[in-house]
């Protein structure tokens, strides 16, 4: 099982404001990264460190962490953000990495 | 252009024997952090592997005495020597470039294990 807890599905009416969480005790240790992955695709890093977006991902995203709860917010979410999204973060058990089990997100 | 391109998957019997390639382009595999990921039909991703630079390697419990993580520094080649393979294992498996993070990832090779 994941140490990483995910909510399964999340739902966002277009143009509106998504938080998706990640809680694990690492977290209080280590920042979480965020992956987006689309059906048939390799995932794609959005959010990593404390907020910082690799280049090209849209502003929209953002990260932000507190406590055991890391999040990922979409702000003004639009059609092509609809797709899977993974945190990671090492495992404070030993394990170098452990992936969140994924949120599922629609856009209505 | 940082490129990361996988190949040996295919269909396989339950306790037999897989290797599978990731040939990096654009980058140093000797010089950075390297992994495997895989993916099951319809699941999560699941980290699986890492080597450091400095050669030290780490494995998820559900594959640690049946898989090695290595790389072949003259071919800029990342492996995964799979043995003893089982139904679960069955998967799509990406190597990733890890930094701090996954920053690059490959398009996956698919691994079938069934009789």
């Known amino acids: 099982s994941s140490e990483l807890t995910q909510d399964p599905a999340v739902s966002v009416a277009l143009g509106q404001t998504v938080r998706i969480t990640c809680q694990g005790d690492s977290l209080r240790s280590y920042y979480a990264s965020w992956y987006q992955q689309k059906p048939g695709q390799a995932p794609v890093l959005v959010i990593y460190?404390?907020?910082n977006r690799p280049s090209g991902i849209p502003d929209r995203f953002s990260g932000s962490s507190s406590g055991n709860t890391a999040s990922l917010t979409i702000t003004g979410a639009q059609a092509e953000d609809e797709a899977d999204y993974y945190c990671n973060s090492r495992d404070s058990s030993g394990n170098p990495l452990v992936f969140g089990g994924g949120t599922k997100l629609t856009v209505l | 252009e940082v490129q990361l391109v996988e190949s040996g998957g295919g269909l396989i019997q339950p306790g037999g024997s897989l290797r599978l390639s990731c040939a990096a382009s654009g980058f140093t595999v000797s010089s950075n952090y390297m992994s495997w990921v895989r993916q099951a039909p319809g699941k999560g991703l699941e980290w699986v592997s890492v080597i450091y630079s400095g050669g030290s390697t780490y494995y998820a419990d559900s594959v640690k005495g049946r898989f090695t993580i290595s790389r072949d520094n003259s071919k800029n080649t990342l492996y995964l020597q799979m043995n003893s393979l089982r139904a679960e294992d069955t998967a799509v498996y990406y190597c990733?470039?890890?930094?701090?993070?996954?920053?690059?990832w490959g398009q996956g090779t698919l691994v079938t294990v069934s009789s």
């Open positions: 990733a470039r890890f930094i701090s993070d996954f920053d690059y």
């Open positions: 460190g404390k907020n």
